[in-house]
Antibody, heavy 116, light 107 residues
Framework: QLQLQESGPGLVKPSETLSLTCTVS??????????WGWIRQPPGKGLEWIGS???????HYNPSLQSRVTISVDASKNQFSLNLNSVTAADTAVYHC????????WGHGTAVTVSS | ETVLTQSPATLTLSPGERATLSCRAS??????LVWYQQKPGQAPRLLIY???NRATGIPARFSGSGSGTDFTLTISSLEPEDFALYYC?????????FGQGTKVEIK
């Protein structure tokens, strides 16, 4: 059974880089059956799509974040990562990674606070 | 960017009642619309894909309909565990987008 787990620091200082990793188990990130990606949910707000990729294909990003965000893949570790630079308080959110198809699987999420 | 507009923002109903949630898209999605349920502190749960297909393990009281720009999620008879937030989501066009959500709350 496919499972995803987010990891990374829960506190990031303003202007620094938020870095999260998603570890995939029970399936291969190089599978052609899924998109993979990140979404987030700021406190008290709705879901926001951050970016997604298809292994071996292009990566697409939310235009509102595109200048600051990078999603990278390490197939040897069955992981993919999110880097968001120049963070502000507006980037405080719960971040979820997921495998995306007609039977999505999402990680439980990791809370990130941007504060000095 | 494809804007998804959900209505109403809040639906106040009693257990056993029928819930009807709407999602309108700013351009045609054919039938490629997804519905999620989210409860506090939990990951979103896929309910419906391709507008009308229930995801694995989703009870039959959840149904989706619509095509083009107008879509509906119906919960035929609300169970206590159905009181939650519901989001529509499109993956037809980049960038992918979500609706702003409909909260189904207990009356």
């Amino acid at each position: 059974q496919l499972q995803l787990q987010e990891s990374g620091p829960g506190l990031v200082k303003p202007s620094e880089t938020l870095s999260l990793t998603c570890t995939v188990s029970g399936g291969s990130i190089s599978s052609s059956s899924y998109y993979w990606g990140w979404i987030r949910q700021p406190p008290g707000k709705g879901l926001e799509w951050i970016g997604s990729f298809y292994y071996g294909g292009s990566t697409h990003y939310n235009p509102s974040l595109q200048s600051r965000v990078t999603i990278s893949v390490d197939a040897s570790k069955n992981q993919f990562s999110l880097n968001l630079n120049s963070v502000t308080a507006a980037d405080t959110a719960v971040y979820h990674c997921g495998s995306i198809n007609n039977n999505d699987v999402w990680g439980h999420g990791t809370a990130v606070t941007v504060s000095s | 960017e494809t804007v998804l507009t959900q209505s109403p923002a809040t639906l106040t109903l009693s257990p056993g009642e029928r819930a009807t949630l709407s999602c309108r898209a700013s351009q045609s999605l054919s039938t490629y619309l997804v519905w999620y349920q989210q409860k506090p502190g939990q990951a979103p749960r896929l309910l419906i894909y391709d507008a009308s297909n229930r995801a694995t393990g989703i009870p039959a009281r959840f149904s989706g309909s619509g095509s083009g720009t107008d879509f509906t999620l119906t919960i035929s008879s609300l169970e206590p565990e159905d009181f939650a937030l519901y989001y529509c989501h499109q993956r037809t066009y980049w960038p992918w987008t979500f609706g702003q959500g409909t909260k189904v709350e207990i009356k």
